[in-house]
């Protein structure tokens, strides 16, 4: 009935989707959770706002070049969220750069939400939320010009990056701005790591959501992530002991060959 | 400001600069360092030599212009050395410069095999809209994937090649050339997982360490990476072209950066000592 | 029910493209097929949504002659160029549409590429310091495989590249494994957060 090859990914997923379900019930029940480990890339968010009010410059955001089928980009609206409740709060200007035009008409309703949630829906700058172009590097360029000519204090990179990485992170640099990037890109979190202040990794930005609004139900369906990864770690750890002691008799990956 | 101070804040247009020069200098003058063959190179040239003649293979150009030096000298290598065993290929892919690039390798590597014709030993459909979708659908019906037309709008039912590749079931391997998203992991899902046809993959030296554990996992049966082993290929191939001679540069490049990642590091060390800060 | 409605017609279309992953149920195909079509539709329209918001903001930028205007001029003609041409000509496979294409987009993809070279060395010359024990082994293993990914290194030492293949084969190789995984459980989670309705960002942010 299930699909070949997919038999053992079915029900480990259905597996880890019920635990997060369950722990998302127990928190909505009022049950303790964990607290989450200090991420020192989101709580640099508030202060790297902070910065640009001080010095009077602006915020600049990119969502990322991925569509909206990729999961970083949806996590990249959360603390999109987040980022304009603060510039609204603080009357800090807000640049958001948009390559996919998907996801732009979602971005700028975002800011004008949280404008309008802070009581400043007259603040809200349409313009401030852009389109640039669908082409990867026609979206780098006018980023970098953006950046060169509005001077943003503070770039905040959340979302699905590429090649373009690090030309953002460079010309960041360059301007003077403190650099927020998160990415679940293996092959770019080197680059963000090397150039940027702080440098959410893979799972980290989408912890973002809980780790930021501090609700207890998003913090306990981390909790099933986690759960998840400790069922990976001794999967692995026991696919290793059989794949060196008993090749040919490797169950465990002949089960999730299924 | 000392010399070890300075030592740590060399202006970027002096190292913009030099690295101009290195380059430029090197690709004007390659001093044609020898070059060995990679496990992972020589795995995939292996899969390719073991098809029998006449196999059609499918080439998923998935790459823009930024991979072009990297990619095409692989494109064209893995097209000489198919059209030695008579193989035949059908390019295209899931991003929107690929009937170009399909193009550029093609307008290259032809002139070397003059008896191969378009449209009966190489037909290029180009770029198809869809993304991973397009796969979905290569998988049971490739012409109406491909809207029935290649690059050039000739109808498909007019290309004598295409009358036999009718999805990837009749396709004997797949050659991809990747550099970013979608990328092989979705060829991987679609196609390589459910029926089983052997992928290798080309793609820029920024995704190796990514592609790596597939290839491991044999999910993969060959990686040629970066420029390096773009220029790999063409050893094995024996034709020489713009991967082996760009390897000189990126060889002078490295040692370019390296350079300086020394000097900042000396400038820090006894400037740390000096002052006992850490900057 | 302007929050409750796309949140239920996220889930139950949600729902459909996992239940045709996993079962391939005929009748879930086809509708699945549909729903494929119907999104490469609403993204080709969403594209001419970015098309009206970047014409707007240059058109301002030229009327109000704003720093860089000229620019703005050349974005525009450049814009109408290709939409003109490209709606005259027969098909995007057209020789003539092709040199405009391959003269102009191609080129310049190419250079904006081509930067990276001059930012990755002036990134590494900043960010690789030995200020900590981790760093120098960075700094370490960096210097190893630039090296052993060149010709130069095999002439420096024949150690190079072996160093190199087992740097990239198995402390690369398992930290992007467990990243990936990470980062794949994570995507999962969010996915499904967004299919029940918890996070609810891309309905506008407001929880």
Not at chain 2, 155 to 175: A, T
Not at chain 3, 104 to 119: D, E, G, H, K
């Amino acid at each position: 009935m299930i699909a070949k090859g997919l038999v053992s990914a079915f029900w480990l997923e259905l597996v880890y989707c019920a635990a997060i379900l369950v722990l998302i019930s127990r928190s909505r029940k009022g049950l303790k959770v964990p607290t989450v480990y200090k991420v020192p890339g989101l709580d640099a968010m508030d202060e790297a706002i902070g910065r640009s009010t001080e010095m009077g410059r602006p915020v600049f955001y990119s969502p990322g070049i991925g569509d909206l089928q990729n999961a970083q980009t949806l996590a990249s609206f959360t603390t999109l969220g987040y980022v304009a409740r603060q510039c609204a709060k603080y009357d800090t200007g807000l640049i958001v750069a948009n390559r996919i035009s998907v996801v732009y008409p979602i971005t700028e309703e975002i800011v004008k939400q949280a404008y309008a949630t802070e009581g400043k829906p007259d603040s809200f700058v349409p313009d401030n939320v852009r389109f640039f172009s669908e082409d990867q590097f026609a979206y780098a360029a006018a980023c970098v010009g953006v950046m060169h000519r509005e001077h943003p204090a503070a770039s905040i990179l959340i979302g699905g990056f590429w090649a373009e990485s690090l030309i953002f992170a460079e010309v960041g640099s360059q301007v003077g701005a403190i650099q927020i990037a998160g990415t679940a890109n293996t092959h770019q979190i080197p680059f963000f790591v090397a150039a940027c202040d702080y440098c959410l990794m893979g799972e980290e930005i989408y912890a973002a959501g809980a780790y930021l609004s501090k609700d207890p139900v998003l913090l306990g369906a981390l909790i099933g992530q986690d759960w998840g990864k400790m069922v990976s770690v001794a999967m692995i750890v026991v696919g290793a002991i059989l794949a060196t002691v008993s090749p040919k008799a490797n169950w465990l990956l002949t089960m999730l060959k299924q | 400001m000392g010399f070890w101070e300075k030592a740590q804040q060399v202006d970027r247009r002096i190292i913009y600069t030099l690295m101009i020069i290195t380059l430029a200098v090197a690709m004007i003058k390659p001093v044609g360092l020898a070059i060995s063959v990679n496990k992972e190179t020589q795995m995939a040239y292996d899969a390719i030599e073991k098809l029998p003649a006449g196999s059609i293979v499918w080439l998923g150009c998935d790459f823009s212009a930024g991979g072009m030096p990297e990619l095409i000298p692989t494109l064209q290598s893995v097209m000489i050395q198919g059209f030695r065993k008579n193989l035949r290929f059908v390019a295209g892919g899931m991003w929107n410069m690929a009937g170009n690039m399909a193009e550029v390798a093609w307008t290259a590597v032809q002139p070397m095999f003059p008896g191969k014709k378009y449209g009966v030993d190489f037909v290029n459909v180009g770029y198809k809209a869809g993304g991973n979708v397009l796969l979905e659908k290569m998988v049971s019906d490739a012409h109406t994937a491909f809207v029935g037309v290649d690059h050039y709008g000739k109808p498909l039912k007019d290309l004598p090649l295409m009358n036999e590749f009718k999805s990837f079931k009749d396709i004997k391997f797949i050659f991809g050339f990747f550099t970013g998203t979608p990328g092989e992991r979705d060829y991987i899902k679609f196609v390589g997982g459910p029926l089983g046809v052997p992928i290798a993959s080309s793609c820029v030296a920024v995704s190796v360490p990514e592609t790596m554990p597939f290839v491991q996992s044999g999910q993969l049966v060959g990686l040629v990476g970066g420029m390096r082993g773009a220029a790999e290929y063409e050893v094995l191939v024996k034709v020489p072209g713009r991967a082996t001679a760009g390897m000189d540069a990126q060889a002078f490049a490295h040692l370019l950066i390296i350079a300086f990642i020394v000097i900042g590091n000396l400038g820090y060390v006894f400037t740390k000592g000096k002052s006992g800060k850490t900057t | 029910m302007r929050k409750e409605g796309p949140v239920a017609v996220g889930f139950i279309v949600g729902l459909v493209v996992i239940i045709v992953t996993y079962f391939s149920a005929k009748p879930l195909v086809a509708i699945k097929g549909e729903l494929d079509q119907w999104y490469l539709i609403a993204t080709a329209f969403a594209v001419a949504v970015g098309l009206v918001n970047l014409v707007q903001i240059h058109m301002r930028k030229i009327q109000h002659k704003r720093e860089g205007w000229g620019y703005s001029i050349v974005l525009i003609a450049g814009i109408a160029g290709f939409l003109l041409f490209g709606l005259t000509v027969s098909s995007a496979g057209d020789p003539k549409f092709q040199w405009m294409y391959n003269t102009t987009i191609v080129p310049m993809n190419a250079t904006m590429y081509s930067i990276l070279v001059f930012y990755i060395a002036s990134a590494a010359y900043r960010a690789f310091r030995i200020r900590t024990g981790e760093a120098a082994v960075l700094l370490v293993a960096a210097v190893i495989v630039m090296l052993g990914r060149v010709t130069i290194g095999e002439m420096i030492s024949p150690m190079l590249p072996k160093w190199t293949s087992w740097i990239m084969n198995v402390p690369n190789t398992a930290g992007m494994r467990a990243i990936t995984i990470g980062a794949t459980l994570g995507g999962i989670s969010q996915a499904l957060r967004v299919l029940i309705g918890i996070e609810r960002g891309h309905l506008g942010g407001v929880e």
